[in-house]
């Protein structure tokens, strides 16, 4: 005699569980990868640096020695003397010497023209510096920044 066993029905996600299949198929996890390397693809150019301009590095450079020269005023150094060449290409202060982006074309200290070889402005013991416009050659105007002894660019 044949005896038979009574076998309930299960249900397919309870079956897949039985069978020994769990996580991702393959094809599931290449298409995963792929979604992921496209959103790290779309997002690398935003992290990627670029050069900067040259200017910018130079007037970056200015500023440096501008700052050193206000800390050096304001730790009992005095006033700090600086100086532009009139239709030159750099600021200096004492033996050091950093380039501008371009030749001054027109300067201003304290709201006046000058037009003498050298240009004198100071950064006093409080820290504060002369008022400073710079028109340089290539249409860019620099302006001091009295209160944190730095140039930046108006235009």
């Keep these: 005699m044949r005896t038979s066993r009574a076998t309930?029905?299960?249900s397919e996600p309870a079956a897949a569980a039985n069978s020994g299949q769990r996580g991702l198929t393959l094809i599931e996890?290449?298409?995963?990868m792929m979604i992921f390397a496209l959103g790290w693809f779309a997002l690398l150019p935003t992290l990627n640096p670029q050069e900067e301009d040259p200017s910018v590095t130079e007037l970056n450079a200015v500023n440096a020695m501008l700052n050193k020269a206000r800390l050096?005023?304001?730790?009992?150094g005095g006033i700090q003397r600086l100086k532009i060449q009139h239709r030159g290409v750099s600021v200096a202060?004492?033996?050091r010497t950093e380039p501008l982006p371009s030749s001054v074309s027109d300067c201003r200290v304290n709201g006046e023209t000058r037009r003498d070889h050298w240009v004198l402005f100071r950064i006093y013991?409080?820290?504060?510096?002369?008022?400073l416009r710079l028109s340089l050659g290539n249409g860019?105007?620099?302006?001091g920044a009295p209160l944190t002894a730095s140039l930046s660019r108006v235009q």
């Design 8 to 10: 309930k029905p299960t």
């Design 29 to 32: 996890l290449i298409v995963v």
């Design 72 to 76: 050096e005023a304001m730790s009992g």
């Design 93 to 95: 202060w004492g033996e």
């Design 125 to 131: 013991p409080s820290g504060v510096m002369d008022e």
């Design 140 to 143: 860019v105007i620099l302006a």
